[in-house]
């Protein structure tokens, strides 16, 4: 029975050549169909019409599809017209999608492509994904600033135990990850000035580089990237993950408002918690500085003190202070906007979270910049 379950037969009727096909041409026996298949094209035909006869089919499923029609190109391939007829309509659907697939047709030849053009368009294509993002950055801002007004007219419905969480979770847990890194950063800074400073017999002005450099920048520009990383991330990853799982929309229907549940919590504890940091992140920077200059450098800590006093001034210590706040409310903000933007796909959350950390660190790095020209117009 087994041999006689799939058969393949050759006839001539009237210059016409006719294969006819019979049987299960089912996966159970698709070896069987190859076969006859492969026979059929390495013989070949002269006939210059050909038509592949399928009404004695008993059974057809995928694979039996594709012979058939992977026989039917090898013939057109060879110079034939060649067409599957008498086929049960039951299967004409199977058919009809096997001919869609594989078909080895290369696609037509696009215009060609002109670099000059194609660099514009990414330019083109860059500055309008720029307009979009400041577009969304102010509308967020904006929303932001009318939610806290809200607050103030109802301060009863602030949440201040999410603002409490948000505070331990984003900002207190960042501490030792903090400490360690800008220990060691004061640590290479102090090394570093000691090394070349020793040169001109300067080493003394180490402590006040240190001082000036950890108290203005260094502290808190390191603890903004730390946070934007670890923070930042975390907020966008949380807020996509809500809105794939279609959470946000759910608040709007019970009629609360995701920016004072969600949003607002989350950019308050930043901006609280960040100076807090920063400070905290200075003090460990200021104390690696200290503990290599006492170890390469031979400076007692009552003297890398003393000298600390006389280099530094409040102002030093306030210019990175004011910073922090600004810095936390820029995190926060791209941040919630980027889990916003998050799609129903793994994929999109992904990219936006990738998003997320580039934006607001390179953000960080340009309000800096924005600050230091500030500072240095006011000679502060």
Not at 254 to 261: A, S, T, V
Not at 338 to 367: C, M, N, P, Q
Request: net charge neutral; charged share 20%; proline share 2%.
């Amino acid at each position: 029975m087994a041999a006689q379950a799939v058969s393949l037969s050759k006839k001539d009727e009237a210059g016409k050549l006719v294969l006819a096909a019979a049987g299960r041409w089912i996966s159970s026996f698709a070896g069987q169909a190859e076969r006859l298949v492969v026979e059929v094209e390495r013989k070949g035909s002269k006939a210059k019409k050909v038509a592949i006869d399928a009404s004695h089919i008993e059974q057809l499923d995928t694979s039996g599809a594709w012979l058939l029609e992977r026989m039917r190109r090898d013939l057109e391939g060879k110079g034939a017209s060649a067409e599957i007829v008498g086929l049960d309509p039951r299967y004409k659907i199977l058919l009809e999608e096997v001919k869609q697939t594989n078909t080895g047709e290369e696609a037509a030849a696009g215009p060609e492509h002109n670099a000059i053009a194609d660099t514009l368009s990414h330019f083109g294509e860059l500055a309008v994904g720029f307009v979009k993002d400041t577009a969304d950055f102010v509308q967020f801002l904006g929303a932001s600033v009318v939610s806290v007004g809200r607050v103030f007219v109802r301060p009863w419905s602030f949440r201040f135990t999410s603002v409490i969480n948000q505070m331990d979770r984003a900002g207190f847990r960042s501490i030792p990850i903090i400490v360690l890194i800008l220990f060691l950063i004061g640590g290479i800074l102090a090394q570093q000035g000691i090394f070349h400073f020793r040169k001109f017999g300067a080493e003394t002005f180490v402590v006040d580089m240190v001082g000036i450099l950890v108290l203005r920048e260094v502290g808190v520009l390191i603890t903004s990237i730390m946070i934007a990383g670890r923070s930042g991330s975390a907020y966008t990853a949380e807020l996509g993950s809500m809105k794939m799982r279609e959470e946000i929309d759910a608040l709007r229907v019970m009629g609360r408002d995701p920016m004072e549940i969600l949003i607002l919590p989350r950019m308050i504890a930043l901006i609280i918690a960040l100076p807090l940091l920063t400070f905290i992140g200075s003090m460990a920077a200021l104390l690696g500085g200290m503990v290599t200059a006492w170890i390469y450098g031979g400076f007692a800590p009552e003297i890398f003190m003393e000298r600390l006093r006389d280099s530094i001034s409040w102002s030093t210590f306030w210019v990175g202070m004011i910073k922090a706040p600004f810095m936390g409310a820029v995190i926060g903000l791209v941040a919630c906007v980027e889990g916003l933007r998050v799609k129903g796909s793994a994929e999109s959350l992904g990219e936006h979270t990738t998003a997320s950390v580039v934006k607001s660190i390179f953000l960080v790095i340009v309000l800096d910049g924005f600050f230091a020209i500030f500072f240095a117009s006011i000679n502060w």
